[in-house]
DNA sequence: TAAAAATCTAAACATTTGTTATCGTTTCCA
DNA sequence: TGGAAACGATAACAAATGTTTAGATTTTTA
């Protein structure tokens, strides 16, 4: 158990007092399934990290169409890390689709973390080059592969994830319609 | 003079022997108009910071089409920084589409700035946030704004971008032909 | 557990975007 | 500096993707 002190000790070199210093900080969180955990137009303040659960975060735009911009699952950070780092306003919504517990790390712990931790600076640079690395993959595929070549492979990224999400939201993950979709699977 | 100085500072808090002692490890490099700074499948082993000029990044799918990436305007760092993070080859090239001189930052002199720099692990950790930040820009425009839409505000991330590079990259960049560039700026 | 909501597929049609070819202009470089 | 290459616009056609509507099935929840 303990599951973010497994990941924090993958990451970094922190002893078990640094550890628990750390972790009182933070609380941990149920949310039942279709809760919004944070939403827009808020300043994200949160860091999660999912011990149980799978956390949608998704953007609605000047029509009201909701748009699936990315699944976070077990034993991963997850935020509107663009806006947290801004402290602005934010522009997504973070949605359990499953009954999820999270540890809640807020910004003073985050910060606390920073200049307390011995090598607290190298996780938060860890962390940023993790999601970086993510977006760049992502960014890429979507110049030189196809919708359905995304689709294909979307277990890379998301093990399990057509037993876990509806295929409506996946669609909307890779930038087409469900029909479309739909289509793309036949051939 | 000596960009790279006033921007480091500008991010950390580093005194000038510590400035010193990282930047003779770096060496200043010009590359001609159209020249490959860095080619794909090797393992890229060095940082850019631009001091004049213009980099473009591009991948090569499948069919020998090329896909205009990024654009690296003065005073930033660019590299292929996903691959040089994980030490694997590249999969993009670095091109100077104009005149440009570069400082070479080497692995090595990164590595040497982690562990020597009071601040370097910070200073890692804000480049790769910075990053971040640009890189979920563009992933929430790809799904909220039009082709049309993200084409009027390009000069918002590339200031003067249509004096300086052909209009058939920013479409490539955008995701589109240079046809339906051209038509979409009709209407 | 039964009604309501969500989900997936399908077809027909509309719109967007890509492809090919052409042409005049500009830019480049030998 | 002059020929060649690159560039941008346009038209006609093709392919990919979106929209609307409908219906059958599954899932949710009151």
Avoid: C
């Avoid at 303040?45 to 735009?61: A, E």
């Amino acid at each position: 158990m303990d599951q973010i002190r497994r990941v924090m000790k993958q990451m970094i070199n922190v002893s078990e007092d640094e550890l628990k210093n750390f972790l009182d900080q933070t609380i941990t969180k149920t949310f039942k399934r279709q809760t919004i955990i944070s939403a827009p137009d808020a300043i994200p303040n949160n860091i999660y990290f999912i011990n149980r659960g799978l956390i949608r975060v998704l953007i609605t735009d000047h029509e009201g169409t909701e748009h699936t911009i990315h699944f976070a699952l077990e034993n991963q950070f997850i935020a509107d890390y663009s806006n947290f780092i801004q402290q602005q306003p934010s522009f997504y919504s973070l949605q359990a689709l499953e009954d999820t517990e999270v540890v809640v790390l807020p910004r003073s712990a985050i910060e606390w973390g920073y200049t307390h931790l011995t090598e607290g600076q190298k996780m938060g640079r860890l962390i940023a080059e993790y999601y970086f690395i993510y977006q760049d993959d992502r960014i890429k595929n979507r110049y030189v592969r196809t919708p359905k070549e995304r689709y294909d492979s979307i277990t890379e990224v998301f093990p399990n994830i057509h037993n876990r999400v509806p295929q409506h939201m996946i669609a909307s993950y890779l930038g087409i319609t469900p029909i479309h979709l739909s289509r793309l699977k036949k051939s």
